[in-house]
């Protein structure tokens, strides 16, 4: 987590220098929010030129293993499919899709406990694979290799004989996912005290960003190369930039 406030007070701190300008909280907001889905979504495009990159052994300092650790703070595994088709509705990237059925529904056990469940992993196909597969036995799904499609915010698994996968007899979901959550929407909670915004941290004012907490400087250069734009003043703008280049210049 990084604190919001810290962000916000350092943000003010380099902005106010030399009376260049003052940032309002509702502009706070607003451009906090913008600096952390751009940070963000950096994450992946990071994560796809790091595959392709040699890793080393040191602990502390593999590429991947920093990057899965930050997009691990936004991770979420095993959450249940409502109804077996709709997706969580914060959900940024899909993972795994996974159909979770006791034995006697995917394999014909008749000695295994009712209560002994086994998971698969479901494989994706485009809704235009799926209708061709369709004509060819040897390719359709059953419930030990059970496929799926997607449209947008729901999910369609497909098991033995072609039947859509669901729920169980109780009317439970027995389709399971994991995912990218997308980041909560910050706030730097406030009250105002004579003419002047005092920083409230109540729970139920403020939320703060959920990055990890080495993304700390990465948010306030992003925020303050935003501010610049706000307040019109290109030097702000020009010194966030720098930083930023440098900061990336680093970590390769």
């Not at 795994?96 to 494989?123: C, K, L, S």
């Not at 994991?178 to 403020?206: C, F, I, M, S």
């Amino acid at each position: 987590m990084v604190n919001i406030d810290t962000v916000y007070q350092r943000v003010l701190a380099i902005a106010n220098k030399e009376q260049r300008g003052y940032i309002t909280p509702l502009e706070f907001n607003l451009l906090a929010n913008q600096a952390q889905i751009a940070i963000f979504e950096q994450y992946f495009y990071n994560r796809g030129q790091s595959a392709v990159i040699p890793g080393n052994e040191t602990e502390y300092s593999d590429i991947d293993n920093i990057l899965d650790e930050k997009i691990g703070m936004f991770t979420v595994d095993g959450a249940m499919v409502l109804a077996g088709e709709t997706l969580p509705t914060d959900l940024y990237r899909l993972g795994g899709v996974f159909v979770r059925m006791p034995v006697d529904m995917w394999a014909p056990y008749p000695n295994a406990p009712v209560e002994d469940v086994r998971q698969w992993e479901a494989q994706y196909v485009s809704s235009k694979d799926w209708i061709a597969m369709q004509n060819f036995p040897l390719l359709q799904p059953t419930n030990r290799r059970p496929i799926y499609t997607r449209s947008r915010d729901a999910i369609r698994v497909f098991g033995a004989n072609n039947q859509i996968l669901t729920v169980d007899g109780t009317g439970t979901s027995i389709i399971f996912c994991d995912y990218v959550r997308q980041p909560e929407k910050v706030e730097w909670g406030y009250d105002v005290v004579g003419e002047k915004a005092l920083h409230n941290g109540a729970l139920n004012r403020t939320t703060h960003f959920q990055h990890h907490p080495s993304e700390e400087t990465k948010l306030v250069l992003k925020v303050l190369e935003l501010a610049g734009v706000i307040i019109e003043d290109p030097n702000i703008v020009q010194y966030a930039n720098q930083k930023q280049t440098q900061s990336i210049q680093q970590e390769k």
